[in-house]
Nanobody, 123 residues
Framework: EVQLVESGGGLVQAGGSLRLSCAAS????????IGWFRQAPGKEHEGIGC????????HYLDSMEGRFTISSDSAKNTVYLQMNSLKPEDTAVYYC????????????????WGQGTQVTVSS
């Protein structure tokens, strides 16, 4: 059974940083890409970036590159999302998810999802 558990969310002031974790289990790491998405109230899921479980390559949406960094520790089966220079508009529930397709951050291509972790950025 695939399980994805996000953690590390919370309340942070604008300009601050957070590192989210996604503990993953139940699938062959090398066969999947692990992506990060977010969903703000009343909005659609928005892709942030993904990491190829096989070779560690990363890919980001252009609008996300620079402030967001994805990394992984395959020994711990954990993927991280480092978020810097946070803004109030980054407030959302952040999700990790897995897909067999790398680089295409489409919600419908991600087959397993975590429960999400809330990030709130105060001004």
């Amino acid at each position: 059974e695939v399980q994805l558990v996000e953690s590390g969310g919370g309340l942070v002031q604008a300009g601050g940083s957070l590192r989210l974790s996604c503990a993953a289990s139940g699938f062959t790491w090398d066969d999947y890409a692990i992506g990060w998405f977010r969903q703000a109230p009343g909005k659609e899921h928005e892709g942030i970036g993904c990491i190829d479980g096989g070779n560690g390559d990363t890919h980001y949406l252009d609008s996300m590159e620079g402030r967001f960094t994805i990394s992984s520790d395959s020994a711990k089966n954990t993927v991280y999302l480092q978020m810097n220079s946070l803004k109030p508009e980054d407030t959302a529930v952040y999700y990790c998810a897995v897909s067999r397709v790398f680089r295409i951050l489409r919600h419908d291509l991600y087959v397993y999802w975590g429960q999400g972790t809330q990030v709130t950025v105060s001004s």
